[in-house]
Protein backbone atom coordinates (compact mmCIF):
# COMPACT_ATOMS: atom_id res chain seq x y z
CA UNK A 1 0.00 0.00 0.00
CA UNK A 2 1.18 3.22 -0.93
CA UNK A 3 1.54 5.42 2.87
CA UNK A 4 1.24 8.61 1.62
CA UNK A 5 0.88 10.86 4.74
CA UNK A 6 -1.91 13.12 5.51
CA UNK A 7 -0.20 16.13 4.84
CA UNK A 8 1.53 14.71 1.67
CA UNK A 9 -2.18 13.89 0.59
CA UNK A 10 -3.66 17.75 1.61
CA UNK A 11 -0.74 19.64 0.56
CA UNK A 12 -1.86 20.03 -3.00
CA UNK A 13 -5.27 20.79 -2.39
CA UNK A 14 -4.58 23.79 0.56
CA UNK A 15 -3.35 25.86 -2.21
CA UNK A 16 -6.33 25.83 -3.70
CA UNK A 17 -8.29 26.01 -0.52
CA UNK A 18 -6.49 28.93 0.02
CA UNK A 19 -7.02 30.61 -3.17
CA UNK A 20 -10.44 30.32 -3.12
CA UNK A 21 -11.12 32.30 -0.14
CA UNK A 22 -12.11 29.57 2.49
CA UNK A 23 -8.69 29.44 4.57
CA UNK A 24 -6.70 32.33 5.33
CA UNK A 25 -3.74 32.16 2.53
CA UNK A 26 -0.70 31.05 4.94
CA UNK A 27 -3.20 28.04 5.78
CA UNK A 28 -2.01 25.77 8.86
CA UNK A 29 1.43 26.64 9.41
CA UNK A 30 0.69 29.97 11.22
CA UNK A 31 -1.47 28.19 13.33
CA UNK A 32 0.37 27.81 16.73
CA UNK A 33 2.08 24.28 15.71
CA UNK A 34 -0.60 23.63 12.85
CA UNK A 35 -4.04 22.73 14.84
CA UNK A 36 -7.13 24.34 14.66
CA UNK A 37 -9.93 24.18 16.83
CA UNK A 38 -13.66 23.11 15.27
CA UNK A 39 -16.33 21.40 16.79
CA UNK A 40 -19.40 19.11 15.73
CA UNK A 41 -22.22 20.87 14.70
CA UNK A 42 -24.70 18.39 16.76
CA UNK A 43 -22.77 18.85 19.77
CA UNK A 44 -23.22 22.80 19.63
CA UNK A 45 -26.50 21.83 18.80
CA UNK A 46 -26.65 24.04 16.00
CA UNK A 47 -26.88 21.96 12.92
CA UNK A 48 -27.06 23.96 9.28
CA UNK A 49 -25.43 26.98 8.17
CA UNK A 50 -26.26 29.33 11.69
CA UNK A 51 -23.82 27.36 13.07
CA UNK A 52 -21.16 28.89 11.37
CA UNK A 53 -22.42 31.54 13.46
CA UNK A 54 -22.06 29.68 16.78
CA UNK A 55 -19.01 28.65 16.07
CA UNK A 56 -17.81 32.31 15.54
CA UNK A 57 -19.57 33.16 18.85
CA UNK A 58 -16.96 30.65 20.39
CA UNK A 59 -14.07 31.86 18.72
CA UNK A 60 -13.44 28.18 16.78
CA UNK A 61 -11.49 27.85 13.31
CA UNK A 62 -13.88 25.94 12.01
CA UNK A 63 -17.40 23.43 12.25
CA UNK A 64 -17.58 19.60 11.50
CA UNK A 65 -21.01 19.72 9.16
CA UNK A 66 -23.84 16.99 9.04
CA UNK A 67 -24.55 15.39 5.88
CA UNK A 68 -27.98 15.28 6.71
CA UNK A 69 -30.25 12.18 6.97
CA UNK A 70 -30.14 8.88 4.98
CA UNK A 71 -32.38 10.42 1.90
CA UNK A 72 -31.62 8.93 -1.65
CA UNK A 73 -30.30 12.53 -2.14
CA UNK A 74 -28.34 13.56 1.25
CA UNK A 75 -29.44 17.85 2.22
CA UNK A 76 -25.55 18.46 1.95
CA UNK A 77 -25.67 17.62 -1.61
CA UNK A 78 -28.30 20.46 -2.76
CA UNK A 79 -25.87 23.05 -4.15
CA UNK A 80 -28.57 25.84 -3.18
CA UNK A 81 -27.67 24.39 0.78
CA UNK A 82 -24.20 24.96 0.30
CA UNK A 83 -24.34 28.16 -0.70
CA UNK A 84 -25.74 29.22 2.40
CA UNK A 85 -22.90 27.68 3.89
CA UNK A 86 -20.35 29.46 1.28
CA UNK A 87 -21.77 32.70 2.03
CA UNK A 88 -21.64 32.75 5.86
CA UNK A 89 -18.27 31.11 5.64
CA UNK A 90 -17.14 34.58 3.35
CA UNK A 91 -19.42 36.91 6.29
CA UNK A 92 -17.90 35.35 9.65
CA UNK A 93 -14.15 33.60 8.42
CA UNK A 94 -15.12 30.55 10.04
CA UNK A 95 -14.58 27.31 7.64
CA UNK A 96 -16.35 24.16 7.16
CA UNK A 97 -13.19 22.20 8.36
CA UNK A 98 -14.67 18.30 7.81
CA UNK A 99 -18.44 16.88 6.71
CA UNK A 100 -19.86 14.40 8.98
CA UNK A 101 -21.59 11.20 7.54
CA UNK A 102 -23.45 10.74 10.93
CA UNK A 103 -26.65 8.88 9.39
CA UNK A 104 -24.37 5.93 8.88
CA UNK A 105 -25.07 4.90 12.53
CA UNK A 106 -28.67 4.21 11.68
CA UNK A 107 -27.93 2.86 8.27
CA UNK A 108 -24.96 1.23 7.72
CA UNK A 109 -22.15 1.92 5.08
CA UNK A 110 -21.69 -1.93 4.88
CA UNK A 111 -25.30 -3.36 4.25
CA UNK A 112 -26.71 0.05 2.86
CA UNK A 113 -27.10 -0.15 -1.38
CA UNK A 114 -27.26 3.70 -1.27
CA UNK A 115 -23.53 3.48 0.51
CA UNK A 116 -21.34 4.46 -2.65
CA UNK A 117 -23.74 6.72 -3.91
CA UNK A 118 -24.05 8.83 -1.19
CA UNK A 119 -20.09 8.55 -0.33
CA UNK A 120 -19.90 10.19 -3.83
CA UNK A 121 -22.22 12.87 -3.10
CA UNK A 122 -20.41 13.50 -0.06
CA UNK A 123 -17.01 13.46 -1.50
CA UNK A 124 -18.49 16.18 -3.84
CA UNK A 125 -20.04 18.48 -1.41
CA UNK A 126 -17.28 18.37 0.44
CA UNK A 127 -14.57 19.54 -2.24
CA UNK A 128 -17.22 22.39 -2.85
CA UNK A 129 -17.51 23.54 0.59
CA UNK A 130 -13.45 23.54 0.54
CA UNK A 131 -12.96 20.78 3.14
CA UNK A 132 -10.96 17.66 3.34
CA UNK A 133 -12.18 15.13 5.63
CA UNK A 134 -15.10 13.40 5.88
CA UNK A 135 -16.28 11.95 8.61
CA UNK A 136 -17.62 7.99 7.91
CA UNK A 137 -19.39 6.69 11.06
CA UNK A 138 -19.91 3.14 12.18
CA UNK A 139 -21.58 3.00 15.44
CA UNK A 140 -25.31 1.54 16.33
CA UNK A 141 -26.37 -0.23 13.59
CA UNK A 142 -23.11 0.44 11.91
CA UNK A 143 -20.85 -1.16 14.12
CA UNK A 144 -17.92 -3.09 12.75
CA UNK A 145 -17.49 -5.35 15.58
CA UNK A 146 -20.04 -7.97 17.64
CA UNK A 147 -18.73 -8.32 21.45
CA UNK A 148 -15.35 -8.36 20.51
CA UNK A 149 -15.32 -10.11 17.30
CA UNK A 150 -15.28 -8.08 13.81
CA UNK A 151 -18.73 -8.56 11.31
CA UNK A 152 -16.69 -10.23 8.95
CA UNK A 153 -19.20 -9.96 5.98
CA UNK A 154 -20.02 -6.21 6.68
CA UNK A 155 -16.09 -5.75 6.90
CA UNK A 156 -15.58 -7.28 3.62
CA UNK A 157 -18.74 -5.25 2.22
CA UNK A 158 -16.90 -2.27 3.44
CA UNK A 159 -14.02 -2.46 2.16
CA UNK A 160 -15.51 -3.23 -1.28
CA UNK A 161 -17.32 0.08 -1.11
CA UNK A 162 -13.93 2.32 0.41
CA UNK A 163 -11.93 1.10 -2.43
CA UNK A 164 -14.90 1.77 -5.03
CA UNK A 165 -15.16 5.70 -3.88
CA UNK A 166 -11.31 5.98 -3.02
CA UNK A 167 -10.40 7.34 -6.30
CA UNK A 168 -13.21 10.25 -6.32
CA UNK A 169 -12.35 11.12 -2.97
CA UNK A 170 -8.17 11.36 -3.99
CA UNK A 171 -9.19 13.48 -7.54
CA UNK A 172 -11.17 15.37 -5.17
CA UNK A 173 -8.90 16.08 -2.62
CA UNK A 174 -10.67 14.43 0.03
CA UNK A 175 -10.01 11.92 2.90
CA UNK A 176 -12.50 9.35 3.57
CA UNK A 177 -12.06 8.95 7.36
CA UNK A 178 -13.11 5.88 9.33
CA UNK A 179 -14.40 6.35 13.19
CA UNK A 180 -15.16 3.62 14.38
CA UNK A 181 -14.80 1.04 17.96
CA UNK A 182 -12.46 -1.14 16.41
CA UNK A 183 -8.57 -0.66 17.64
CA UNK A 184 -5.49 0.84 15.69
CA UNK A 185 -4.15 -2.45 14.59
CA UNK A 186 -8.19 -3.67 13.33
CA UNK A 187 -8.10 -0.32 11.09
CA UNK A 188 -5.08 -0.96 9.93
CA UNK A 189 -5.70 -4.10 8.38
CA UNK A 190 -8.94 -2.45 6.27
CA UNK A 191 -7.14 0.08 5.24
CA UNK A 192 -3.94 -2.34 4.27
CA UNK A 193 -6.91 -3.93 2.58
CA UNK A 194 -8.27 -1.05 0.46
CA UNK A 195 -5.09 -0.28 -0.21
CA UNK A 196 -5.35 3.93 -1.04
CA UNK A 197 -4.24 6.81 0.45
CA UNK A 198 -7.80 8.67 0.41
CA UNK A 199 -8.96 6.37 3.13
CA UNK A 200 -7.56 7.02 6.79
CA UNK A 201 -8.72 6.53 10.52
CA UNK A 202 -10.52 9.49 12.03
CA UNK A 203 -9.72 9.67 15.77
CA UNK A 204 -11.95 9.89 18.79
CA UNK A 205 -9.97 9.58 21.78
CA UNK A 206 -12.79 9.71 24.02
CA UNK A 207 -14.43 6.60 22.19
CA UNK A 208 -10.74 4.79 22.14
CA UNK A 209 -10.22 5.33 25.83
CA UNK A 210 -14.27 4.36 26.67
CA UNK A 211 -13.26 0.89 24.72
CA UNK A 212 -10.11 0.55 27.09
CA UNK A 213 -7.12 0.77 24.40
CA UNK A 214 -3.89 2.52 24.98
CA UNK A 215 -4.89 5.80 23.21
CA UNK A 216 -1.56 7.22 23.08
CA UNK A 217 0.17 3.84 21.91
CA UNK A 218 -2.73 3.37 19.46
CA UNK A 219 -1.86 7.10 17.71
CA UNK A 220 1.58 6.46 17.37
CA UNK A 221 1.07 3.47 15.58
CA UNK A 222 -1.46 5.14 13.41
CA UNK A 223 0.42 7.69 12.57
CA UNK A 224 -0.03 9.58 9.43
CA UNK A 225 -2.69 7.63 8.37
CA UNK A 226 -4.89 9.80 11.17
CA UNK A 227 -6.86 12.17 9.25
CA UNK A 228 -8.43 14.06 12.14
CA UNK A 229 -9.26 13.91 15.44
CA UNK A 230 -12.58 14.10 17.87
CA UNK A 231 -11.55 15.34 21.53
CA UNK A 232 -14.02 14.69 24.05
CA UNK A 233 -14.35 12.68 27.55
CA UNK A 234 -18.18 11.82 28.36
CA UNK A 235 -19.58 14.25 30.50
CA UNK A 236 -16.78 16.32 31.65
CA UNK A 237 -14.44 19.02 30.55
CA UNK A 238 -10.93 18.37 28.84
CA UNK A 239 -8.39 16.94 31.22
CA UNK A 240 -10.73 16.77 34.03
CA UNK A 241 -12.10 13.11 33.13
CA UNK A 242 -10.94 10.00 32.18
CA UNK A 243 -8.98 10.55 29.11
CA UNK A 244 -5.17 10.90 30.06
CA UNK A 245 -4.49 14.09 27.66
CA UNK A 246 -0.73 14.87 28.68
CA UNK A 247 0.57 11.57 26.76
CA UNK A 248 -2.31 12.44 24.33
CA UNK A 249 -0.61 15.68 23.50
CA UNK A 250 3.01 13.84 23.26
CA UNK A 251 2.13 11.20 20.70
CA UNK A 252 0.29 13.70 18.46
CA UNK A 253 3.42 16.08 18.53
CA UNK A 254 5.37 12.27 17.98
CA UNK A 255 3.85 11.79 14.76
CA UNK A 256 3.63 15.28 13.70
CA UNK A 257 -0.16 15.76 13.10
CA UNK A 258 -1.15 19.17 11.84
CA UNK A 259 -4.47 19.93 11.17
CA UNK A 260 -8.07 20.08 12.85
CA UNK A 261 -8.81 18.93 16.38
CA UNK A 262 -12.92 18.87 16.46
CA UNK A 263 -14.31 19.14 20.19
CA UNK A 264 -17.28 16.76 20.57
CA UNK A 265 -17.56 17.67 24.22
CA UNK A 266 -20.37 17.79 26.41
CA UNK A 267 -21.85 20.71 28.58
CA UNK A 268 -21.28 20.21 32.25
CA UNK A 269 -22.73 23.78 33.05
CA UNK A 270 -25.77 24.04 31.16
CA UNK A 271 -23.82 27.17 29.44
CA UNK A 272 -23.01 25.99 26.04
CA UNK A 273 -20.57 28.63 25.02
CA UNK A 274 -18.74 29.23 27.58
CA UNK A 275 -18.14 25.38 28.25
CA UNK A 276 -16.88 24.98 24.72
CA UNK A 277 -14.66 28.02 24.90
CA UNK A 278 -13.30 26.61 28.19
CA UNK A 279 -12.71 23.10 26.29
CA UNK A 280 -10.96 25.11 23.52
CA UNK A 281 -8.78 27.14 25.52
CA UNK A 282 -7.76 23.98 27.17
CA UNK A 283 -6.58 22.70 24.15
CA UNK A 284 -5.14 25.80 22.89
CA UNK A 285 -3.03 25.51 26.53
CA UNK A 286 -2.37 21.92 25.83
CA UNK A 287 -0.89 21.64 22.20
CA UNK A 288 0.47 25.23 22.14
CA UNK A 289 -2.26 26.80 19.89
CA UNK A 290 -1.70 30.63 19.11
Not at 261 to 287: H, I, M, Q
Request: aromatic share 6%; hydrophobic share 40%; net charge neutral.
Amino acid sequence: MNTLSRRQFLAGTAAGVAAWGLMPAAGYAQAGKGIRLSACDWSLGAKGPDGLNVAKAIRLDGLEVSAGEATDTLQIADPSYREQYKNLMKTTGIVVSSVAMGFLNGSPLATEPRGVAWLEQTIGATKDLGASVILIAFFGKGDLRKGNELKKAEVDALVGKLKEAAPKAKESGVILGLENTLSAKQNLDILERVGHDAVQVYYDIGNSTSNGYDVPAEIRLLGGRICQFHFKDGGHYLGEGDVAMQPVAEAMNAIGYKGWVVLETSVPSKDRDADFRKNANFVRGLLGVA
